[in-house]
């Protein structure tokens, strides 16, 4: 499996590529939205992108707007990663196409969760 | 955005507290009890100061302050950098803003009609601000080290 992380802040891009890493995910890292499309537009197969709200040039909801708008990406994975944690953002970011969201701060306990909701992580076996 | 955020609202307990702890244990600390009140406000040697603002039909920032020794240490703490490891400009400048960013971000949660969130900005010299608008003020001990952070009206 491989992830996209999108974030401006390189600290949070290693955060989370070192939380989908442990997860198993091989990882790319794109500082805003146009970078991730370069990135897509290169050829590179993506299962699943980690994609923060606010950034420069282009942002998370434009980027998810874009992606979904290319039949080629449709079986891509888009979980929001994001501060933005107002009711009706999260109604913006799943209507555009975002399979799930994630508020900052985040554990790395949330993260699996998530991963496991949608599929992309095994369900942990109970003791 | 209305910066009037009511603190009595919430039952004795401050959410901006609340906020502060729930960043650092789950981005710095990875466990709760790191980040306190602290009884006083600290004077900050080599300040470094971060923050956002939230830009709306009113507006108002969000700012963190604290040493640049404390930085570099929430950026190793972040990074998961060793800690005798030397952290660059770019990293600690990054850490620091993003922590502000989070911060901002579930700040801006707490007001109603909340505008858009701007991205995060980091300088030695404290940012510009107007005679008495300062709103709030919430002095933190980060394991021994202080960090500031503090909401602020803007014209």
């Known amino acids: ?127 | 955005m209305s910066m009037d955020i009511d603190i009595q609202a919430f039952a004795g307990a401050d959410p901006i507290l609340a906020i502060a702890e729930e960043v650092f244990t789950a981005m710095i600390d990875g466990e709760p009890g790191h980040v306190l009140p602290a009884l006083s406000a600290p004077e900050l040697g080599d300040p470094m100061h971060a923050w956002v603002d939230v830009q709306g039909t009113t507006s108002g920032r969000v700012l963190l302050s604290t040493e640049r020794a404390t930085a570099d240490d929430l950026a190793r703490a972040l990074l998961g950098m060793e800690p005798d490891e030397e952290v660059s400009t770019e990293d600690f400048v990054d850490a620091l803003g993003e922590v502000a960013n989070v911060v901002g971000g579930n700040v801006k949660a707490l007001v109603p009609d909340p505008g858009v969130l701007t991205l995060p900005q980091v300088t030695q010299e404290r940012p510009p601000t107007q005679d008495g608008s300062q709103i709030y003020e919430l002095n933190l001990d980060w394991r021994g080290r202080a960090v500031v952070i503090s909401l602020w009206k803007l014209p």
């Open chain 1, 1 to 127: 499996m491989r992830a996209l992380v999108i974030d401006d802040s390189r600290t949070m891009r290693r955060i989370v590529s070192r939380l989908l890493g442990s997860l198993g995910f091989e990882t790319v890292e794109a500082a805003d939205g146009r970078e991730a499309l370069d990135v897509l537009e290169g050829g590179t197969h993506i299962d699943l992108a980690c994609i923060d709200w606010n950034m420069p040039v282009m942002n998370g909801l434009e980027f998810v707007t874009a992606v979904r708008n290319n039949r080629d990406w449709r079986d891509m994975t888009l979980m929001m990663v994001t501060t933005e944690s107002e009711q009706s953002q999260i109604v913006r970011a799943l209507a555009a196409g975002a399979h799930e969201y994630l508020i900052k701060p985040f554990t790395p306990d949330a993260v699996r969760e998530k991963l496991q909701l949608l599929g992309l992580v095994e369900l942990e076996e109970s003791a």
